[in-house]
């Protein structure tokens, strides 16, 4: 691990005034659970790593106007304590399927967020872009869990849990930075990296996450389809929020997670659900239409498979909640 300078400020205001404004001067640590491994491979060579934990304004979890609101460092075994996160059955799925007892006792929500991607050619050093001498590494070598959506040129999965659901539910994340605080909604706040120097969230490096805002929320789900149940990520996901009118769905949100670099809105599953009732035969149908405009790569088609799954089974448990 390169040498760095450490800081742990007591306030926001210190901690932001402790950012640098380009990527790669300074890093912000909160639970560690992937800096501390980006640091150890070189990854990311920060030259200061600045220890937000202390800072109690970015903690808890409380009812407010606007909904529910999260603070960016609770722990996801905070999330599964609390009560008030009954309502959303969508995020608590995402949450169980982090299996890890030290993962959920370390990781943060803001941390979930910002984490960098886990493809093994990003890990290797080759960029978000997996570019070599000219060559794109996915396109011609080992792409078992790489993205099947998306025009390019970045082709990793986004690894958020908890983008996926709270997308679909409408949230909206604070973020605070040097010009104050600024809320952009969930589903942009994750971008697909157009070059090596982008990431893959819309945050400034001397922005810090702060909350997250949930407004009340309908019927919900995730379903998650995984490899095995030991720590792993997710092979595809689906998480769903509907409003009904009587039996019929007025409205619904679909978002499928580990199948693009950023969390992937179906919107014409969305569509056609729009006025039905929520039967096995309309959530497969459903299902198959979120996934029709999937491209796989050489070696992930089976991945268009789990996207259709995972969709319908979301929309049949968010229909019984």
Request: charged share 20%; aromatic share 6%.
């Amino acid at each position: 691990m390169q040498a760095f300078e450490y800081a742990s400020p007591a306030t926001l205001q210190e901690a932001i005034a402790l950012l640098g404004p380009k990527w790669g001067e300074a890093a912000v640590l909160a639970g560690g659970t992937d800096l501390i491994s980006l640091m150890k491979d070189y990854v990311d060579t920060p030259k200061r790593v600045v220890n937000i934990k202390g800072i109690k304004e970015l903690g808890g979890i409380s009812k407010a106007a606007a909904g529910l609101r999260i603070g960016a460092l609770v722990t996801f075994d905070e999330m599964l304590a609390s009560a008030d996160l009954k309502l959303y059955p969508a995020i608590l799925a995402a949450v169980r399927g982090v299996s890890s007892p030290q993962i959920r006792n370390m990781g943060t929500v803001g941390g979930d967020l910002c984490q960098r991607p886990r493809c093994w050619y990003f890990r290797g050093g080759f960029g978000l872009l997996a570019r070599h001498e000219g060559k794109n590494l996915v396109e011609d070598g080992d792409n078992r869990y790489h993205a099947i959506f998306g025009d390019g040129p970045a082709r990793f999965v986004s690894a958020s849990s908890l983008g996926p659901p709270l997308i679909a539910l409408g949230a909206r994340i604070t973020v605070a930075g040097p010009a104050g605080n600024r809320t952009v909604t969930a589903e942009k706040f994750f971008v697909s990296p157009k070059s090596d120097s982008d990431r893959e969230i819309a945050i400034k490096p001397n922005e810090i996450v702060t909350e997250i805002t949930v407004p009340a929320a309908g019927r919900n789900a995730t379903y998650e389809v995984r490899q095995r149940e030991a720590l792993d990520w997710p092979l595809a996901t689906a998480s769903v929020a509907l409003r009904m009118k009587g039996s019929s769905v007025a409205s619904a949100r679909i978002v499928l997670g580990h199948v693009a670099p950023t969390p992937w809105v179906a919107a014409a599953a969305e569509k056609f659900l729009a006025g039905k009732s929520l039967t096995q035969d309309v959530a497969e149908e459903a299902g198959k239409t979120a996934a029709a405009d999937a491209k796989a790569l050489s070696g992930n088609a089976y991945k268009v498979q789990l996207a259709k799954v995972a969709v319908k089974r979301a929309l049949l448990a968010a229909a019984k909640a």
